[in-house]
């Protein structure tokens, strides 16, 4: 069956992570995605850095705002000194992990920097900064697991993802076993984008894989519900 090329629009702030700690490192590249940021690879230009080392500030201050993840023993020293050195804002664990996005968005804001979280699949739209889903105009409303499951099928339409990969990236499952988490999941999503008039069945079982989001097909003006 033929579909039209499709890709996701998504125009969001970009963030480095500079010497964090590898278990905070690890815990916000798996999250902060999911809020609709990106991460900055080796190279790649950013608009925002998150530096675990007070030392590094200056190497940064010049080149975007930076907020310090500062030592579980900091004291009003440590952060006289960060703020000295030039960081935006200070953060020190344990943090929750909401009030540590909602800083990184105010700090956006506050220098201008590019904040639209948005993610664009037609007929699919999320707005990641109030979790706003919605089909050709119609608000979906979602479990908070659906609708991360959904963003990660939209943020790369037509890529297969397997089923182990959607349980360790949704659920942080390391073996999928003979759960059935996943699929009654994704027949929960199909179903309430079909019922807010997804004009075709918009994810697709790929049998022996996994799921993807499936764009409309080219040529063909409807293609029969099923569920799994």
């Known amino acids: 069956m033929a579909t039209t090329a499709s890709t996701a629009t998504v125009a969001a702030a970009t963030l480095l992570l500079a010497d964090a700690e590898p278990e905070t490192q690890g815990f916000l590249e798996r999250h902060l995605p999911d809020d609709g940021f990106r991460l900055a690879g080796a190279g790649a230009p950013f608009d925002l850095v998150l530096a675990g080392d007070v030392a590094g500030v200056e190497r940064w201050v010049e080149r975007a705002p930076v907020i310090v993840l500062g030592r579980q023993e900091a004291d009003t020293v440590d ?66 697991k659906e609708y991360e499951l959904l963003l990660c099928l939209a943020r790369e339409p037509e890529r297969v993802f397997t089923k182990a990969e959607l349980l360790r990236d949704i659920w942080d499952y390391r073996l999928d076993g003979r759960t059935r988490t996943l699929d009654s999941h994704i027949s929960r999503v199909r179903r309430k984008l079909r019922d807010a008039g997804g004009p075709f069945d918009l994810v697709e079982n790929v049998w022996g894989v996994g799921y993807r989001l499936f764009p409309a097909p080219f040529g063909i003006e409807d293609r029969r519900l099923v569920d799994i």
Do not use: K, M, N
């Open 79 to 144: 952060r006289i000194h960060a703020f000295r050195r030039g960081c935006d804002d200070y953060l020190a664990p344990p943090f929750d992990y909401q009030e540590l996005v909602e800083r990184i968005r105010a700090v956006l804001r506050r220098t201008g920097r590019s904040l639209h979280d948005v993610v664009d699949a037609p007929p699919v739209r999320i707005d990641t900064r109030t979790r706003d889903v919605r089909v050709e105009g119609r608000r979906v409303l979602l479990a908070q």
